[in-house]
């Protein structure tokens, strides 16, 4: 009898998401959960984006624009880059999936690191790629470990900057050095889900810029995050207008739906809600590391809207415990770190639970 599917797809583990609201409701019996499990934006999504998709209602019985045309426009003026440079998607994992999709084939080696964006290894495994996965060195990539992995075989490699679940990230002499250092023909994707939190000064804030120089960088954003439009799914790839072409014939005609279109758009304009969300994020790391230091667990410092904490202890018991408080937070034991929770930053009155629910754990 001939295989239902191959070893690859047969040992792939799905991606395991941040525990829903309702459903942790269902399961526990208690009302009043709050979510600080998968990085979204407590703030909410910008009014104008809520008021975009509601004028929008009332053209859902027609197909998208496949070609997501004024959103290109604008995101092109945003970025200063041309709009055949834009490869848009449901949600950024959709870009990541259409980038091993479209350049790696079975048996090409693909290179990331331990601990890092779990989207990234579920599609290199389905499309059966040899994947290398490099160490960490101080719960950040290990830029010279991966270059080291490099073989004639390697056909991407992938660094998400600031890192998640660490919250870390490479600076700007560290990735430059980096990206001088390896063949131009590997496929480099650079994952910038938080971008738009990042404070330090040493960051690579200008990545866009690479492409002209090394035209086989993807550089990958979402509105899943700072601009809170998780629930509509739409992220997208900047790169050389080349790569984009070749990803736009994977993609499918219709990823990105009309709600997703006209909501992005109306985000990308309200740069107020994007400084609020800053603020709040930066008010609310302050207060969280404070408190978690103070408790005695070692904080990892984050650049990202979530804390990763290192309990010292096996974290179940007091994951357990503080769900039943009707906090959900993510545990690390599917990263190989069984002592470690991932907080998001929420409004400072989640950010109080969270710390109260602990406490009474302890
Ligand atoms: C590093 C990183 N990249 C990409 C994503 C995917 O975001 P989305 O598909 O919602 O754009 C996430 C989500 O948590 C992430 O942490």
Same mark, same amino acid.
């Given at each position: 009898m001939k295989r239902l599917v191959s070893e690859n797809i047969e040992t792939l583990r799905p991606y395991t998401p941040g525990k829903p609201i309702e459903e942790t409701e269902r399961e526990l019996g208690i009302t009043n959960i709050i979510k600080l499990a998968s990085n979204e934006n407590s703030l909410g999504p910008s009014k104008k984006a809520l008021k975009a998709i509601k004028n929008a209602l009332k053209n859902l019985h027609l197909y998208p624009d496949a070609n997501c045309y004024y959103l290109k426009e604008k995101l092109a003026e945003f970025h200063n880059i041309h709009p055949d440079q834009l490869i848009l998607g449901n949600g950024s994992n959709d870009i990541i999936d259409l980038s091993v999709r479209t350049f790696c084939s079975p048996g090409d080696e693909v290179i990331t690191s331990e601990m890092s964006f779990i989207m990234f290894y579920i599609s290199a495994q389905a499309q059966n790629c040899v994947q290398k996965i490099v160490k960490m060195k101080n719960y950040t990539?290990?830029?010279?470990?991966?270059k080291a992995e490099i073989t004639d075989r390697t056909k991407m490699i992938y660094i998400a900057n600031p890192n998640n679940p660490t919250g870390t990230y490479n600076t700007k002499k560290e990735i430059d050095r980096f990206i001088k250092s390896i063949p131009e023909d590997i496929v480099l994707g650079i994952d910038e889900a938080y971008y738009e939190y990042v404070t330090a000064r040493d960051y690579p804030f200008d990545m866009?810029?690479?492409?002209?120089?090394?035209?086989?960088?993807?550089?990958?954003?979402?509105?899943?995050?700072?601009?809170?439009?998780?629930?509509?799914?739409?992220?997208?790839?900047?790169?050389?207008?080349?790569?984009?072409?070749?990803?736009? @014939?994977?993609?499918?005609? /219709? %990823?990105?739906? !009309?709600?997703?279109? =006209?909501?992005?758009?109306?985000?990308?304009?309200? *740069?107020?809600?994007?400084?609020?969300?800053?603020?709040?994020?930066?008010?609310?790391?302050?207060?969280l590391t404070k408190e978690l230091t103070t408790l005695?667990?070692?904080?990892?410092?984050?650049?990202?809207?979530?804390?990763?904490?290192?309990?010292?202890?096996?974290?179940?018991?007091?994951?357990?415990?503080?769900?039943?408080?009707?906090?959900?937070? @993510?545990?690390?034991?599917? /990263? %190989?770190?069984? !002592?470690?929770?991932? =907080?998001?930053?929420?409004?400072?009155?989640?950010? *109080?639970?969270?710390?109260?629910?602990?406490?009474?754990s302890l």
């Open positions: 990539f290990d830029l010279d470990a991966i866009i810029g690479y492409i002209k120089e090394r035209p086989n960088t993807i550089v990958m954003r979402t509105f899943s995050k700072i601009y809170g439009l998780a629930g509509v799914r739409i992220g997208y790839g900047i790169t050389d207008a080349k790569l984009a072409n070749y990803m736009n @014939r994977v993609r499918q005609p /219709f %990823n990105i739906s !009309t709600l997703a279109q =006209v909501a992005a758009m109306a985000a990308l304009d309200d *740069k107020a809600h994007v400084r609020k969300s800053r603020k709040m994020n930066r008010e609310g790391m302050e207060y005695g667990f070692t904080v990892i410092p984050s650049q990202a809207n979530f804390l990763l904490i290192d309990l010292h202890k096996d974290a179940t018991e007091l994951y357990e415990k503080v769900l039943r408080l009707g906090v959900i937070v @993510r545990p690390m034991k599917g /990263f %190989n770190m069984p !002592t470690g929770i991932r =907080v998001t930053v929420g409004t400072m009155e989640e950010n *109080k639970r969270f710390i109260d629910a602990l406490k009474q």
